[in-house]
């Protein structure tokens, strides 16, 4: 390996120990890291700046734009405090069907907008019903957490790795719906059916019923900062709408569903009422910006060859096999996503996972891809952003409810430990039912 390659390793290395350890917030290490990158870069004329910049994918920045600021309007609204009601009252107390309901409602809601913004109303609901019933909320929050990892793989829309990995493969949304949508839905009955296997040991089976009225009254005041506005709704609604539309037929028109996102988001901007002090936030501007420090920081890996090696480790194990190599993408792809996070893992394996494609011509590569994010990210508490929400929505609900852990045996906290018991074997059901279905469709 050439020093090139050791000094961008250590770059990156160092960038995400820093995110790892909790030392430097991820935005802002990333970013740093870019800058550090490309002055490397540009000193050993390896990666100028013409490259950096065509190492970016602006049509995944159009897409979280675009998709950020139809999540902002719709959570802005209130529509998802209601349905997070809903599901609370459907549940009827009993704390198998608030798994259930709950996960169901947070797979729903995470194909078609930004799961964070299905998972930041979802959990409050979640954490005072589980208070009220007296269960022990951390299998259902895990739950939901998987959930919303399938819900976003689900569609092109629902999650990062998959804006990026249409961007890079330029794919369109009935792309996604007709390789992903069946094996997604295949493992969300294979969670359900883990969650039921295990049920004597999650401990949600002995609360109490409180009735319906405190049930409702505690709902209402887990989502009290939320009011209800139509107008808000009804805008939102005909955004998503359009720009679903717009999706579905954007291959048959040649449009580019980036540009579908973008206009759909200045829409949003012009007519969802934005103070200044949200915008920033709405418009996805943290996300905007990691990801773009991101895509800077992996071109540099590519220039100095770095990705080059995971090439040449995925064509030796496989032994020149296709559907091997598929298998030994996606199993990689999930051990990057437990450390790097699932944007980070997929941003870092695309290229990779291009080559492959051009050099075998099967889309299945992509969705292999996918499939090793989606059970790597499923695995640990860092490997999506959703599981982190839910420790820290869990600590302080927590504080603020000291008696609920009578109800959690001891264990009030969610951390990386005692999400990895549930998370790993979650992660290995998915990775050997998504083997069989690359098996399945490789050509």
Not at 331 to 355: E, H, K, M, Q, S
Request: aromatic share 12%.
């Amino acid at each position: 390996m050439s020093a090139n390659a050791l000094i961008a390793i250590a770059i990156f290395g160092s960038v995400f120990a820093l995110i790892f350890r909790g030392i430097v917030e991820r935005k802002t290490a990333v970013v740093a890291g870019a800058g550090v990158m490309l002055l490397f870069g540009l000193v050993s004329g390896i990666y100028p700046l013409a490259q950096a910049i065509d190492a970016i994918y602006f049509e995944t920045l159009a897409l979280i734009f675009g998709m950020s600021l139809v999540s902002a309007l719709l959570a802005k609204s209130g529509v998802f405090g209601l349905v997070a009601k809903r599901m609370a009252v459907h549940s009827m107390g009993n704390g198998w069907w608030v798994l259930v309901v709950f996960s169901l409602g947070t797979y729903g809601l995470s194909m078609l907008v930004n799961n964070l913004s299905a998972m930041v109303v979802i959990l409050p609901v979640t954490l005072a019903i589980c208070h009220q019933i007296e269960i022990n909320p951390i299998p259902i929050l895990i739950a939901e957490v998987v959930a919303s990892n399938l819900g976003g793989a689900s569609t092109m829309i629902g999650d990062f790795p998959n804006m990026i990995i249409a961007s890079a493969a330029h794919l369109h949304f009935i792309d996604f719906i007709s390789g992903m949508m069946v094996p997604c839905l295949i493992l969300l009955a294979a969670m359900f059916a883990y969650f039921q296997w295990r049920r004597d040991d999650i401990d949600i089976d002995g609360g109490r019923s409180p009735g319906n009225g405190k049930l409702v009254a505690a709902m209402r005041d887990a989502v009290r900062e939320q009011p209800y506005e139509p107008y808000l709704l009804k805008v939102g609604l005909v955004l998503l709408a359009a720009a679903l539309i717009g999706f579905l037929v954007a291959e048959r028109f040649g449009l580019s569903p980036a540009w579908i996102a973008l206009w759909t988001g200045f829409l949003a901007l012009s007519l969802g009422r934005f103070d200044r002090d949200s915008l920033f936030s709405a418009c996805g501007g943290g996300d905007i910006l990691f990801f773009t420090g991101l895509f800077v920081m992996v071109g540099g890996l590519a220039a100095a060859g770095v990705l080059r090696g995971f090439e040449w480790f995925i064509y030796g194990v496989s032994g020149g096999y296709e559907v091997l190599q598929l298998i030994v993408l996606m199993w990689l792809a999930a051990v990057a996503a437990i450390f790097l996070n699932a944007g980070a893992a997929t941003a870092f394996l695309v290229p990779v996972a291009g080559d492959m494609y051009l050099s075998a011509g099967d889309p299945v590569v992509w969705w292999a891809l996918s499939l090793g994010i989606l059970a790597g990210s499923s695995a640990s508490l860092t490997g999506a952003t959703a599981g982190s929400v839910a420790a820290s929505h869990l600590e302080r609900f927590v504080a603020a409810h000291p008696e609920m852990r009578d109800a959690m045996s001891g264990n009030a906290t969610l951390d990386f430990r005692s999400y990895l018991r549930w998370g790993l074997p979650i992660m290995f059901l998915f990775l050997v039912l998504s083997t069989i279905y690359v098996m399945i469709t490789v050509r």
